[in-house]
T-cell receptor, first 115, second 118 residues
Framework: GENVEQHPSTLSVQEGDSAVIKCTYS??????FPWYKQELGKRPQLIID?????GEKKDQRIAVTLNKTAKHFSLHITETQPEDSAVYFC??????????????FGQGTILTVHP | SAVISQKPSRDICQRGTSLTIQCQVD?????MFWYRQQPGQSLTLIAT?????????ESGFVIDKFPISRPNLTFSTLTVSNMSPEDSSIYLC???????????????FGPGTRLTVL
């Protein structure tokens, strides 16, 4: 089945700096890669996603890049703010066989933005 | 946009008992899933809830321990049976194909049920 590795496990930045979180996946057939933000005690919230036919997607201060050949994708947050502090999860969705439609999650990154 | 709700939001249970968690969506969805999130950990898929048929379980999860029902396209239940302290976790339902969502295959999560087993 799919395996998703996420790095780093913790990330500490100063307000205004950029933050980058990286994920790799194992199943070359995976075709959908969402990122979720989870604040303490809350549900995971989708913040951005990318599909395998696109190399980059941007939404205001958040961008995601995908390298299908290398099987890795990254989340970029620019001009970080204290309210960006949360746990971020990447995920990959299988496209075939027993993995079809299922999201496999990375281990999570605890992002702390210091004022 | 559509709403996903779960009941109960939290519970404290005695070992050996069972708890049924309900997930209700206010519009029809194509897929429903149940996840477990242990303290400080990532999300692990328990099973896919199939409408009108038996759920599809992931490795390490069995129907006798986690029976799931999905009688229609808006509702599902997960039961945690014969509980032990190791079952203490957050259980989340998740859906795909939500009306008003960003895309037909975008996946959204319910608020979760925080279970503590003593």
């Amino acid at each position: 089945g799919e395996n998703v590795e996420q790095h780093p496990s913790t990330l500490s930045v100063q307000e205004g700096d950029s933050a980058v979180i990286k994920c790799t996946y194992s199943d070359s057939a995976s075709n959908y890669f969402p990122w979720y933000k989870q604040e303490l005690g809350k549900r995971p919230q989708l913040i951005i996603d990318i599909r395998s036919n696109v190399g980059e997607k941007k939404d205001q201060r958040i961008a995601v890049t995908l390298n299908k050949t290398a099987k890795h994708f990254s989340l970029h947050i620019t001009e970080t703010q204290p309210e960006d502090s949360a746990v971020y999860f990447c995920a990959a969705r299988g496209a075939g066989g027993t993995s079809y439609g299922k999201l496999t999650f990375g281990q999570g990154t605890i992002l702390t933005v210091h004022p | 946009s559509a709403v996903i709700s779960q009941k109960p939001s939290r519970d404290i249970c005695q070992r050996g008992t069972s708890l049924t968690i309900q997930c209700q969506v206010d519009s029809q969805v194509t897929m429903m899933f149940w996840y477990r999130q242990q303290p400080g950990q990532s999300l692990t898929l328990i099973a896919t809830a199939n409408q009108g048929s038996e759920a599809t379980y992931e490795s390490g999860f069995v129907i006798d321990k986690f029976p799931i029902s999905r009688p229609n396209l808006t509702f599902s239940t997960l039961t945690v049976s014969n509980m032990s302290p190791e079952d203490s976790s957050i259980y989340l339902c998740s859906v795909v194909g939500l009306a008003g969502g960003q895309g037909a295959d975008t996946q959204y999560f319910g608020p979760g049920t925080r279970l503590t087993v003593l």
